[in-house]
């Protein structure tokens, strides 16, 4: 069974200090792992799709990486407005067809 | 262009009630997905629509679960005889034919008393 877990589950920072979200998962075959986030009330926003191994992609302050078992999310210097849940989900090439399978997500408040 | 837009945005019943979610997609994508998220949870998958039929719907929990999309654009999400525990928002997505990347709506927040 796919699995997607996220950590920590909650994340506070100061404006400016930067960290990393980490999601780790297990699928019979990686056909993409998808980060979005998700501000309250809201449906989840796409950010970045990452599909093999050593590729890394950034937006903003934003910057995530893939290994073959996890995937960060690299976040600069952050500003108060980067406060969100940032999900994680994967989809299987094997037996998963579209459906994404999603972790729970890591709740990022950043304070200035 | 528009987003994918879901109504209502809330919706309170009482438990034994029918309810209907609507879900209209972005324009042009052929794929539509439903997902349900409980509180502190990431969303979990119902159903996944290709065009008008059902191409996967694994996740629908039980028989009081359905969905339709007759034309291939709008969807309803359709729930039986609702429980409490159907409470949650109930999310729909897009995405273009072979595309993988999924955008979602704004959710109904369902709330069954």
């Known amino acids: 069974e796919d699995q997607v877990t996220q950590s920590p589950e909650a994340l506070r920072l100061q404006e400016g200090e930067s960290s990393s979200l980490n999601c780790s998962y297990t699928v019979s075959g990686l056909r993409g792992l998808f980060w979005y986030r998700q501000d309250p009330g809201k449906g989840p926003e796409f950010l970045f799709t990452l599909y093999s191994a050593g590729e890394e992609k950034e937006k903003e302050r934003l910057k995530a990486t893939l290994t073959k078992k996890e995937s960060f999310l690299h976040i600069t210097a952050p500003k108060p407005e980067d406060s969100a849940t940032y999900l994680c989900?994967?989809?299987?090439?094997?037996?998963?067809?579209?459906?994404?399978?999603f972790g729970a997500g890591t709740i990022l408040r950043v304070k200035s | 262009g528009a987003g994918v837009s879901q109504t209502p945005s809330n919706k309170v019943t009482e438990k034994g009630k029918y309810v209907e979610l609507r879900c209209d997609p972005i324009?042009?994508?052929?794929?539509l997905y439903w997902y349900r998220q409980s509180l502190g949870q990431g969303p979990e998958f119902l159903i996944y629509?290709?065009?008008?039929?059902?191409?996967?719907d694994s996740g629908l929990p039980n028989d009081r679960f359905f969905a339709v999309r007759p034309e291939g654009s709008v969807s309803t999400l359709k729930i039986q005889r609702t429980e409490r525990g159907d409470s949650a928002v109930y999310l729909c997505?897009?995405?273009?034919?072979?595309?993988?990347?999924?955008?979602f709506g704004p959710g109904t927040r369902l709330l069954v008393l």
């Open positions: 997505a897009s995405s273009l034919q072979g595309q993988e990347t999924q955008y």
């Open positions: 629509f290709q065009g008008t039929g059902a191409a996967d």
């Open positions: 989900a994967v989809q299987d090439l094997v037996r998963g067809g579209n459906k994404l399978v």
């Open positions: 324009s042009g994508h052929t794929a």
